[in-house]
């Protein structure tokens, strides 16, 4: 993951040969951190695009209890690597594409997940949702672990 991201208009598309590439990389994704009053639990959503329109997205509240900014973020990449894979195979299984064979791009400003992602150990903090950390981990190193 890269840390401290910002896109502007120009990090665009400015040839049709970026645009393609770009068009390949199917993966946008926002964290609310704690946004349910009722609850405290942070909000995840992500968006997938493929030749330049939605194939999949998601807006849900996250399943555990995050306690800082950095597990929502992590968290919510986690959930969007597992549909990565998911998105991944489903295309793969449709033939009407070729197959992405890149690497799963992930992008995130949160610097604490991702230190949590990069780092080999588990850190204190992050033991609540340590197969999370693993799973997330495997795609970084790996890519599909399931390929």
Known sequence: MQEKLRLS????????IVLKSM???PYALAVGYLTDADDLKSQTR???ILNSGAV???SA??????????????????DASKE?????????????VPTI???????????????????????KAARNF??????LRGVIKFGDPHK
């Open 46 to 48: 992500y968006v997938f």
């Open 101 to 123: 064979e890149d690497p799963i791009s992930m992008y995130c400003d949160n610097t604490g997940a991702i230190t949590i992602a990069n780092e080999s150990g588990i850190t």
């Open 9 to 16: 208009k120009s990090q665009g598309a400015s040839t049709p």
């Open 84 to 96: 990565a894979v998911w998105v991944r195979k489903f295309i793969y299984g449709l033939g009407v």
């Open 130 to 135: 340590r197969a999370k950390v693993h799973y």
């Open 61 to 78: 509240t996250q399943s555990i209890f995050a306690t800082s900014s950095a597990e929502a973020e992590y968290i919510a990449a986690y």
């Open 23 to 25: 068009q390949n990389v």
């Open 56 to 58: 999949d997205w998601k």
